[in-house]
C-alpha cells in the first residue's frame, strides 16, 4: 500500500521566554545576556526524515526490502514544518499514524527528552497527548546526527536507534537496492536510477520499491498507476516485475496480482550483471 499522507494545517505558536534589557546608568556593570543551554533541542532541530538504523544496514545486507522488514522494524519517523505547525507522520511501510508534535520537553536526565504529540496541532488538555520518549546528543560539530527513539506505537517502546536521511525516502531506499546499470546475457543495458526511473530495453515507466507486502511471494516493484479516472474504470493497472539478488546478479521476474497478493514467476525474464 501506498497511501498519501496530507499534513493538517493550523496554527501552532511556540513561546520563548527572554530577559528584558534594562537600561543602566553610567555606573552600573553592562547588562547580562540570559544564558541559554547548549544542549536544549527544540522541534526545529530534530525536523526531517528518521530512519530506524538497523533496518537500514539489514536493508543494505540483504537487498531485499520484504526480507529486511520481517527481521528488523522499518520503522521511519518523519517531521516536517508545515507553517508554524509540526506534523510527524510515523510509518512502517504498511500502516502509518498522522499528528503534530507540539513540544519537545527534558525528561528528566541530561540528553533525555519526550515530544509532547497531540492528533492535531491545537490546544489539547493533558488526557488528549501522549509522549516519544528520545535521547539526542549533538555531535563535535553541534549538529545531531543520530536519535534514540523509544516509539511506543509500531515499535512498542522499544528503544532503536534512527539516522537522518537527506532528501526524500524513496531516492536513498532505492540506491541501497536496486538503483544502477545493468548489462544483460544479450549485451543491452538495463538501467534503474534513484529517482525512480526504470529504462529497460522495450520500455521505460516510473516504478517505486515495495517495502513491506507480508503477502507477497517476491520482493517486487510496480509502476505508478494512470490518472485516477482511467485506474477507476481499469482497475489497478500498474505493472509488477519481481526481483531478486543472488551470486551479485539481479534476477527479474514477471509478476501478476492474483486477488490481493502480488505473485512472481518461478524463471526470471533476465539476469543482469551490474556494470
Known sequence: MHPRFMFFSGILAVFFLAAAAVPSSAGDPPAQKPVVRKDRIFIKDIEGIWI???????????????AAAKKTPPVVIAIRRDGRAYPIVVTDFNK?????VLDVEPDGKPGSYRLVVGADDKPVSSSEVKFIRFEATRNAQGKLDRLRF???????????????????????????????KYGDEKGRTWTFSEAGEATWPEQKFN???????????????????????EADKKGDDRKRYGYGWKAGKLSIFAARLAGKKVV?????????TPQ
Open 52 to 66: 530506524n538504523e538497523a533496518y537500514l544496514s539489514v536493508l543494505a545486507a540483504l537487498k531485499s526490502p520484504h
Open 96 to 100: 502509518a499514524s498522522l499528528q503534530a
Open 150 to 180: 523509544a516509539e511506543p506505537d509500531f515499535m512498542k517502546g522499544k528503544w532503536a536507534d534512527y539516522v537522518p536521511l537527506a532528501g526524500e525516502l524513496s531516492p536513498q531506499l532505492n540506491r541501497f537496492v536496486i538503483a544502477g
Open 207 to 229: 516504478y517505486e520499491l515495495s517495502l513491506n507486502d507480508p503477502g507477497a511471494s517476491c520482493d517486487y516493484l510496480q509502476s505508478e498507476s494512470a490518472a485516477k479516472g
Open 264 to 272: 512472481c514467476d518461478a524463471k526470471p525474464l533476465a539476469v543482469l
